[in-house]
């Protein structure tokens, strides 16, 4: 069990940094949008809030088992 939890956790972490590195620059919306906190979510933001989460989460599940 605990190999298949580090497994997914550098299988998250790889995936994670990918995602990261694939979103647009902020410093080019923030000029156009004055009020960024109403933009609505992209796709690939509330992607990288679910592998951010699923990360945290099989990253406590390994701490309890271990």
Known sequence: MENLLVVAL???????????????DRSQGLAKNSN????????IEKFTEYIA???LIVA????IIR
Not at 10 to 24: E, G, N
Not at 36 to 43: A, F, H, I, N, P
């Open 36 to 43: 960024v906190l109403d933009q609505e979510k992209e796709g």
């Open 53 to 55: 989460a699923a990360f």
């Open 10 to 24: 550098v299988a998250l972490a790889v995936i994670m940094i990918v995602v990261i590195l694939l979103q647009p």
């Open 60 to 63: 406590v599940l390994f701490q």
